[in-house]
């Protein structure tokens, strides 16, 4: 038989092994909770980054545009290069963007927002859909390009 001393070491003994059991699954649960929260996290950072790249180079991209307005060396010669430029985005809109106008329209442009030499914010539509492109304006040895910037 044995002795109450014992008995409630033993009791202390089965309370502590029981605690400590329970405590470790909790800590597995934590730990599995934060794997999640960390390859969550790394996800996201994943997608900012991404998207963080994608600004830094349209940044470069706007730089160099605002690089090029020097080149540009008058009020007058920049209003004319922006008309020409405006007349060639209406004249090629059909072929700059990639969506086909509805109930076989035409694609006009209702509006050219300049931003710098080298791109512009324009506003399309047929009559049905209405659109807006940011367009980047290349320099080719035929005169100039367009290219939409996604």
Known sequence: MMKNGNKIILLL????????TAYSFYLKGLINKNEILISELKSSLHETTDRLAEGLHLIKLLGEGYKSY???????KYLAYKETVSHLLDKNISTIVKQRPMHGGDWFISKVDFISP???????????E???ALIQILKTDEGYAFQIVD
Do not use: Q, R, T
Not at 13 to 20: C, D, N, P, R, V
Not at 70 to 76: G, Q, Y
Not at 118 to 128: P, Q, R, S, T, W
């Open 13 to 20: 003994a089965i309370i502590a092994a029981i605690s400590l």
């Open 70 to 76: 020097n080149e540009v060396n008058s009020d007058l």
């Open 118 to 128: 080298l791109f512009a914010i324009v506003k399309y539509e047929d009559g049905h």
């Open 130 to 132: 209405f659109h807006v």
